[in-house]
């Protein structure tokens, strides 16, 4: 079974800081997704990477594949509170066709 | 858009009750998924289904059953509702073909209480 752990668990912080929440396992996966889950909502798909070392931005979100493909980072710049949610990564791992979900990051960004 | 509808945000039934639990999607994709979500437990999948009539276990099927009669819609079945099923179901459809990296449309969700 693939393990996905993410930290920190909960995130409380204030509008216009940065912050960085991470997504690690011991198994390789093929590639890997981050997910945000606005209260009451179903998760969104912000990024998919899948080239070890890959980075790719969306605004002032950047999201980075390792080079080994076992890990991934989040880093958000200036954050704001609408970048408030549950943040998750999910992992498709190579000869599985199911997503495996980490339990995710709970950000609260304070205006 | 691709929209994923679950027919109920909230649901309360009493234990033993069967339940129905109806998602239905409108981008003719050809996989749908079926997950609870529980805090500090994180997503976990119950059943999935490449194509219609066809239907394969997840992580924690017991207890439930699911149904796919057309290629839109994918119902969930909780044949005697229990109060360890109190849960928010999500479900998502994905066009990606199986075999390749899945990415999933999720519904809203619907929390379901049993009592």
């Known amino acids: 079974t693939q393990l996905l752990e993410q930290s920190p668990q909960f995130l409380s912080i204030q509008e216009g800081e940065n912050l960085t929440v991470y997504c690690n396992s011991s198994?390789?996966?093929?590639?890997l997704q981050w997910y945000r889950q606005e209260p009451g909502e179903g998760p969104v798909l912000l990024v998919t990477?899948?080239?070890?070392?890959e980075v790719k931005k969306l605004k002032r979100l950047t999201f980075q594949f390792g080079d080994a493909r076992k890990d991934s980072s989040l880093h958000i710049t200036a954050a704001q509170p609408g970048d408030t949610g549950l943040y998750l990564c999910?992992?498709?791992?190579?000869?599985?066709?199911?997503?495996?979900f980490g339990k995710g990051t709970k950000l609260s960004v304070i205006p | 858009d691709v929209k994923v509808t679950q027919s109920s945000r909230y649901l309360v039934k009493r234990t033993g009750e069967k339940v129905f639990l109806e998602c239905v999607q409108d981008?003719?994709?050809?996989?749908m998924f079926w997950y609870r979500q529980d805090p500090g437990l994180g997503l976990r999948l119950i059943y999935f289904s490449y194509d219609v009539k066809m239907k394969e276990k997840g992580d924690i099927p017991e207890g439930y059953s699911v149904s796919r009669e057309k290629k839109e819609r994918f119902s969930l079945i909780l044949e005697s509702a229990s109060t360890n099923q109190t849960s928010m179901y999500l479900c998502?459809?994905?066009?990606?073909?199986?075999?390749?990296?899945?990415?999933?449309?999720f519904g809203s969700g619907t929390q379901l209480s049993v009592l």
């Open positions: 198994s390789v996966f093929s590639s």
């Open positions: 999910a992992g498709s791992g190579a000869g599985s066709y199911q997503l495996t």
């Open positions: 990477v899948v080239t070890g070392g």
């Open positions: 981008m003719d994709h050809e996989n």
């Open positions: 998502a459809s994905s066009v990606t073909p199986r075999g390749m990296d899945e990415k999933l449309f």
